[in-house]
Every structure is written in C-alpha cells, then in structure tokens.
C-alpha cells in the first residue's frame, strides 16, 4: 500500500470497486487510472493518504 504514495500509484488488485468508486467521487483517486485498474491519488488524496491508505486497508 505504501506505493500508493508514488505518482504512479499501484494495482488496484482485490479493492472492492465501490469503495475505489466512492474515492473517486470524494476526489482522493484519479478516475482515469481507476478505470485502468490503478490507484493513483489526486493532489487532494496526497494531502490525505493516510486516510486512503486506511480505507483500503480495512476494506481489502
């Protein structure tokens, strides 16, 4: 999870799709890249990625 934090973001492997949709629309993740299977974090998800990290954590 620690790769999120690079500009390049990581693999969205097993993350329940609603949740990387609700970040999306929160502004924390990139949609494009989320729609190719990548989380990459917006300036806004940078500034929160520990939130993010979080999230995905508990819900992965």
Do not use: C, F, I
Not at 15 to 43: C, F, H, I, W, Y
């Amino acid at each position: 999870m620690l790769g999120l934090r690079v500009s390049d973001g990581v693999a969205a492997g097993p993350v329940d799709p609603a949740v990387m949709t609700a970040m999306v629309t929160e502004g924390l993740l990139n949609d494009k890249a989320s729609q190719a299977g990548q989380l990459v974090l917006t300036r806004a998800g940078r500034l929160r990625a520990d939130e993010v990290v979080r999230r995905l954590a508990r819900e992965g």
